[in-house]
């Protein structure tokens, strides 16, 4: 909700919030380094491991969004963490909004995931010998799995910022949350690297899932944000 | 008091017919007794979800401290009955389709709930400060709550079920239950549900005067 006294929009404070955390990230490259670094190091694992065993689309869809997960589970949360560790957060609630903190967060998490698939999906099929048969379904479950990812894990990376045990806290309750996600999503991405028949029609529930998923998680999130925010 | 002595007859008489009447299911036989207790059970563990959702809605309008010992002792007790239905459950899974556990949707779907406590208790253990607790435990309880159409319809659309679904109603809303089966499982349900409500009740008394006992001894 856009405040009376400001002439700013939403769109625009949204996206100054935006601004200073990926300066801030720029100047630090925590959770960068910490997203990208463990993607690589899971990654090679599963490489290591699997890569040249020649195992079904199925299992590497899987492998796939575990890799995402867990690599989405160690960064993620940073963006509201690394408030409350510098004590920032509250010259933030005093200057912004919270539905445009919710937003610029939440942004700012799309798009570290979005660097984050940028390097390891080419990675992946590199080092595991998959092959991709339709490219613009895996790459639409992509996106779409990973605004539903964002979506619902700010949230819940707002909530725990605020407990004493952050990290593992983090993890363990947004597994439950992201389940459908990633039951639609590994159900999508298997259907993108077997060979189908029409694609996108075969696949089409777990695109609605993904997409009412990424709907109701974000549009819950923007309600309740405020709770989660205010002293 | 007298409806302590009306659950006593009526779960009496559930326990009882439960093992006496013939099996609801003759297909499965004797093991799909379970039934009698697995579902009330299912649907205890839901209620409670459900019940603690609408007092962490009302915590969060309102503020009061007592709705969130509603939304935690609801969540306590559903954590129980979620634990009962998943033993029982996996039981009876053994029985009939030969393993404890395959990721049917009802399984996955029952799963999640207990990890959804599992995890709700866990975010109260590390907030300190009973406002700030609650606040944010409520957020994290309807947050998880919202979830949960995805799980009961949605998933089994996208996974295939070896759950009976047409022992209670079949597909077009009909009943399907026989009418002795209908004699023990309502009961059943009912007994179930009035055993939570009692128990509810008595952990809300228990947290009531646990918190007022504290604030008397700060001052």
Redesign the interface.
């Known amino acids: 909700m856009a405040s009376p006294k400001s002439s700013y929009g939403l769109a625009a404070k949204s996206l100054a919030v935006l601004r200073k955390d990926i300066l801030s990230e720029y100047r630090t490259r925590y959770a960068i380094n910490a997203i990208l670094l463990f993607g690589v190091t899971t990654l090679t694992v599963v490489s290591f491991a699997v890569g040249q065993i020649g195992l079904p689309a199925d299992v590497y869809a899987a492998l796939f969004w575990i890799i995402i997960f867990f690599s989405a589970m160690s960064g993620l949360a940073q963006v509201f963490v690394k408030e409350e560790e510098s004590k920032t957060a509250i010259i933030l609630k005093l200057t912004a909004d919270p539905t445009p903190v919710y937003w610029g967060k939440l942004i700012f998490n799309f798009l570290l995931l979005t660097l984050l698939e940028v390097i390891i999906t080419p990675l992946y099929f590199v080092m595991t010998d998959v092959v991709l048969h339709n490219a613009a379904l895996f790459f639409t479950v992509l996106i779409l799995g990973s605004i539903g990812l964002a979506g619902a894990t700010t949230?819940?990376a707002a909530?725990?910022s605020?407990?004493?045990?952050k990290g593992a806290?983090f993890a363990?309750?947004s597994?439950?949350?992201l389940?459908?996600l990633l039951?639609?999503a590994i159900?999508g991405t298997k259907k993108a690297l077997g060979p189908v028949e029409a694609p996108f029609a075969a696949a089409s529930?777990?695109l609605?899932?993904l997409v009412?998923?990424a709907v109701?998680?974000i549009t819950?999130?923007v309600l309740?944000f405020e709770?989660?925010w205010e002293e | 008091m007298w409806w302590k002595i009306v659950l006593f007859v009526v779960m009496s008489w559930v326990i009882i017919a439960a093992f006496v009447y013939p099996a609801p299911q003759q297909g499965i036989g004797e093991a799909s007794r379970i039934f009698y207790f697995h579902v009330p059970q299912a649907w205890v563990a839901v209620l409670a979800f459900v019940v603690s959702m609408i007092a962490s809605v009302r915590y969060l309008r309102k503020g009061d401290l007592l709705d969130d010992d509603r939304a935690r002792v609801a969540a306590e007790l559903g954590f129980l009955f979620c634990l009962l239905a998943t033993v029982t459950g996996a039981f009876f899974a053994k029985v009939t389709w030969n393993s404890f556990w395959n990721w049917d949707p009802r399984e996955t779907s029952i799963f999640v709930l207990l990890l959804i406590y599992g995890a709700y208790f866990a975010l109260r253990s590390a907030i300190d400060g009973a406002e700030k607790r609650a606040r944010l435990a409520s957020v994290y309880a309807i947050f998880a709550f919202i979830t949960m159409p995805f799980l009961v319809f949605v998933v089994p659309r996208v996974l295939p079920s070896l759950h009976p679904s047409d022992s209670v109603v079949d597909s077009s809303g009909k009943i399907t239950m026989s009418s002795t089966t209908a004699l023990v499982f309502f009961p059943s349900l009912a007994a179930f549900t009035i055993l939570f409500i009692w128990v509810y009740w008595l952990g809300l008394k228990i947290s009531v005067g646990q918190r007022r006992a504290a604030e008397e001894a700060v001052r």
């Open positions: 949230l819940i909530i725990i605020r407990a004493s045990i806290l363990v309750l597994f439950p949350i389940l459908p039951i639609g159900g529930s777990e609605q899932l009412s998923y109701v998680m819950a999130s309740l709770f989660v």
